[in-house]
């Protein structure tokens, strides 16, 4: 059975920094794209950052978090990250990370990915 447990949510000012840690077990994801996305009471949830580790790898931006968030990987942890710097009131949200089960698919919106986290709490206060 495959899960994904993200882990380092929590509150902050508005300038800080989080980092979220998300392992997967179950199966490996080497040659699958991984990301974060995020969700705030009343929105749909949005794409915020993608990994693929393929053709010498790539990572995938939300324009609201570019130049502040970074995603990073560890395969040999089957483990995903996303630190987030600079972080605004606007971060404030649920965020869920996610898995391809099908490998070299650049996955950039939520209805490609098969497997999620159950979600961790980011609270940035102004």
């Known amino acids: 059975q495959v899960q994904l447990v993200e882990s380092g949510g929590g509150q902050v000012q508005a300038g800080g920094s989080l980092r979220l840690s998300c392992a997967a077990s179950?199966?490996?994801?080497?040659?699958?794209?991984m990301g974060w996305f995020r969700q705030s009471p009343g929105k749909e949830r949005e794409f915020v950052a993608a990994?693929?580790?393929?053709?010498?790898?790539?990572?995938y931006y939300a324009d609201s978090v570019k130049g502040r968030f970074t995603i990073s990987r560890d395969n040999a942890k089957n483990t995903v990250f996303l630190q987030m710097n600079s972080l605004k009131p606007e971060d404030t949200a649920v965020y869920y990370c996610?898995?391809?089960?099908?490998?070299?698919?650049?996955?950039?919106?939520?209805?490609?990915?098969?497997?999620w986290g159950q979600g961790t709490q980011v609270t940035v206060s102004s």
């Open positions: 996610a898995a391809d089960s099908t490998p070299f698919i650049r996955a950039l919106t939520s209805s490609e990915y098969d497997y």
């Open positions: 179950g199966r490996t994801f080497v040659n699958a794209a």
């Open positions: 990994s693929i580790t393929w053709s010498g790898g790539s990572t």
